[in-house]
C-alpha cells in the first residue's frame, strides 16, 4: 500500500506531496492540469525508462520517492533474493541527475531498473487508456485465465518439466551432432589409434631410446677411449694406480715420522680411494658398452616413427603422444557404443517430453475448467456498468509445448445484441474497453493480490448509473486494496475517502502543478464546479452535497 508519494522537479511539478487513503482516494483537476504527469512520475518509480527531458528544471536533480506499506505482501522472499534489507516500511526512490544518469533506490540500497521494476509489479497496478493494448494480448489474457483458476501450482510445475525437457533435448541434440562428427571421423580416428597403439609407447621413453642411439652410435671411440684410460690407470711401469700406491706409503711413512702429516695422508687416502673406484667404474661401462648395429638400426628406426608422429600431431614428447591416443581411444570407444548411446538418451528424452505433457494437460484442464465461471462472472459485471447485451467467450486452441503451456488463448467480446464475439481488437470501442478492462480489474482484485490499484480517467465515456454502479465497485475493491482513481465524474469523485485537487500555479515566473487535500467545504466547491462550471450556481453546490451525502 502506498503511505505516501513525493516528486520534486518533474515536468511541471517543483515540488509535491500526497499521502493517499488506504481506501479509496480521488484525483480531479482540470485538463493539463497535471494528473497525467503524476502518473508518469509513478511510472518512473516502477521502472520505466527516463531522460533529462523530464526535468523542470534543468540544474537540479528530479527525485521521486514512495513509501509502501508491504508487511503482509510476502515479500521477504524477493528482498531476500536481491540481497536487500527487509521491513514492513519500504521505501523506493528514484533520481534523474541534469546529466541525464539515473539511478534506483530500494530502502537506500542502489539497484539495478529490472529490479525495481520487478518489485513495482508486485505492488502496483496502473490501468491507464493504453492498457487496452495489453488486455488484447493473448499473453495478459492467458494470465488472467491462470489468476481466476488458481493455477499457479500447476504453470509451476509444467514450468519445471518444460525446462526439464528442453535442457534434456538440447543434450540429445549435442549428442546427434557428436555422433554425426564421429561417424564422419570414425575411420580416421581408427587409423590414427591404431598408429599410435601399434608403438605401445611409454613415458620417459624417447630420452632412454635417444641416450642409448647415442652410446651406440659411438661405441668404438668409447671403448677405445675407455681402454686408452684404463691403460693409464694400470701401466705396469708408469701406471696411476702403481704411483698412487707409492704416495701412499710414504705419506704413511711420513705419518709415522711426524704427527703433522697425518691429516694430509688421511685426504690423500680418500683421493686414492675414489680414483681406484673411478677407475674400477670405467672398467664396468666398458664392458656394458656393446657394439650392436642391429640393435643401434632398430632404436633409430623406432625413434624415426615417434618423430615422424610427432611432427603429424604437432607435438614434441612422447607423453604428448600417448594424451592423444587416450583421446582417440576415447572417440573410437565412444563411436562403438553411438547406438546404444543415442537409444538411451532418445529414451530419456520421450519420459521428459511425457513428463511435460502430462503437467501441460493438467494445467490445460485446470484453466478449461474455469472459463465458464470466467464468462459468466465477467458478463454479470458488464451488465452491471451499462453493458446488458454484453457477451464474453474464451476461445482455446492446443498449440505446440511453449513456456506457458500447451494452450492459446483469446478473449472474444461482443457489445451487441445478436453479434457474434470477436477478437477485442476488432470490436471494442474506447468506452466499453474501459469498461471491460474494470470489470476485468474487479473480477481480478483478490485473485491477483495487487496493494494498490490506480485507474486513470476509467470513467471515459460513461456516465449516470453505469458511472455510479463503477464508483460503487471501486468502493468494494477498497475494502481490500487500496485504490487511486483520477476522475472527471463528479458523481465518482464524491464517493471517495480522500479528494485530491491538481491545478496549476502562475503566481510565479514559471507554471508550476500543485496537488492539494481537499477539506469538506473546498470539496464541495471542487464538486459543483464539475458539475457547472467555473461559477457553479446555488443549485449545483446543493447538487454537490448531495453526492457527497449519498
Do not use: W
Not at 671411440?221 to 707409492?246: A, P, S, T
Not at 614428447?317 to 594424451?323: K, M, T
Not at 463528479?490 to 471517495?496: L, T
Request: charged letters at 30%.
Amino acid at each position: 500500500m502506498l503511505k505516501s508519494l513525493s516528486i520534486s522537479n518533474y515536468a511541471l511539478i517543483d515540488e509535491l506531496q500526497m499521502q493517499p487513503s488506504s481506501a479509496l482516494s480521488m484525483i480531479t483537476g482540470e485538463t493539463g492540469a497535471g494528473k497525467s504527469i503524476m502518473l508518469g512520475a509513478v511510472g518512473l518509480l516502477l521502472g520505466k525508462r527516463a531522460d533529462t527531458k523530464v526535468l523542470l528544471h534543468e540544474d537540479k536533480k528530479c527525485i521521486i520517492e514512495g513509501i509502501f506499506e508491504i508487511g503482509n505482501y510476502g515479500l521477504n522472499a524477493f528482498f531476500e533474493a536481491q540481497e536487500l534489507d527487509f521491513d514492513h516500511q519500504c521505501i523506493i526512490r528514484r533520481e534523474i541527475s541534469p546529466s541525464g544518469k539515473s539511478r534506483s533506490f530500494i530502502n537506500d540500497t542502489p539497484v539495478l531498473l529490472d529490479v525495481l521494476k520487478e518489485l513495482g509489479v508486485k505492488l502496483m497496478d496502473v490501468h491507464s487508456q493504453h492498457d487496452t493494448l495489453q488486455l488484447a494480448d493473448g499473453n495478459y489474457q492467458l494470465g488472467l485465465v491462470d489468476a481466476f483458476a488458481q493455477s499457479s501450482g500447476e504453470l509451476e510445475s509444467y514450468k519445471k518439466a518444460f525446462q526439464h525437457y528442453r535442457s534434456i533435448k538440447k543434450a540429445f541434440e549435442k549428442l546427434q551432432k557428436e555422433a554425426a562428427d564421429l561417424q564422419k571421423e570414425a575411420d580416421f580416428n581408427q587409423f590414427l589409434l591404431d598408429e599410435l597403439s601399434v608403438l605401445t609407447l611409454q613415458k620417459g621413453e624417447q630420452e632412454e631410446l635417444e641416450s642409448s642411439q647415442e652410446i651406440l652410435e659411438n661405441a668404438e671411440d668409447i671403448k677405445l677411449r675407455i681402454n686408452e684410460m684404463l691403460n693409464l690407470f694400470h701401466e705396469d711401469q708408469v701406471g696411476l694406480i702403481q704411483g698412487l700406491g707409492q704416495v701412499q706409503q710414504g705419506l704413511q711413512s711420513l705419518a709415522r715420522l711426524a704427527h703433522k702429516f697425518s691429516g694430509i695422508q688421511e685426504r690423500f687416502q680418500e683421493a686414492y680411494i675414489e680414483m681406484k673406484d673411478l677407475a674400477e667404474t670405467l672398467a664396468d661401462e666398458e664392458s656394458k658398452v656393446e657394439i650392436d648395429f642391429e640393435k643401434l638400426e632398430e632404436i633409430r628406426e623406432r625413434l624415426s616413427k615417434i618423430y615422424q608422429l610427432q611432427k603429424k600431431h604437432g607435438v614434441n614428447s612422447v607423453e604428448e603422444l600417448i594424451q592423444i591416443e587416450s583421446e582417440l581411444a576415447d572417440k573410437v570407444f565412444q563411436f562403438q557404443n553411438l547406438d546404444e548411446n543415442l537409444a538411451e538418451a532418445e529414451k530419456k528424452l520421450k519420459l521428459s517430453e511425457k513428463e511435460m505433457l502430462d503437467a501441460g494437460m493438467l494445467l490445460s484442464e485446470k484453466r478449461k475448467s474455469c472459463f465458464k465461471a470466467f464468462e459468466s462472472s465477467l458478463q454479470g459485471l458488464l451488465g452491471d456498468l451499462g453493458m446488458e447485451n454484453a457477451k464474453i467467450q474464451i476461445e482455446q486452441k492446443s498449440i505446440p509445448p511453449s513456456a506457458s503451456g500447451l494452450d492459446e488463448i483469446e478473449l472474444l467480446f461482443t457489445a451487441n445484441k445478436g453479434s457474434q464475439p470477436q477478437a477485442l481488437k476488432k470490436v471494442a470501442s474506447g468506452g466499453e474497453f474501459s469498461r471491460l478492462l474494470f470489470g476485468i480489474k474487479y473480477l481480478m482484485a483478490d485473485k491477483m493480490a495487487l496493494p494498490t490499484l490506480i485507474f486513470d480517467e476509467i470513467d471515459t465515456g460513461i456516465s449516470g448509473e453505469v458511472a455510479l454502479q463503477m464508483v460503487r465497485m471501486m468502493k468494494e475493491i477498497s475494502k481490500k486494496h487500496q485504490v487511486i482513481c483520477i476522475t472527471h465524474l463528479p458523481q465518482v469523485a464524491a464517493k471517495g475517502d480522500r479528494h485530491y485537487f491538481v491545478f496549476k500555479d502562475n503566481q510565479s515566473e514559471r507554471t508550476v502543478s500543485k496537488i492539494k487535500l481537499l477539506d469538506d467545504s473546498e470539496r464541495v466547491e471542487e464538486l459543483a464546479k464539475m458539475i457547472a462550471g467555473s461559477n457553479p450556481s446555488s443549485s449545483a453546490v446543493e447538487s454537490a452535497r448531495e453526492l457527497l451525502l449519498n
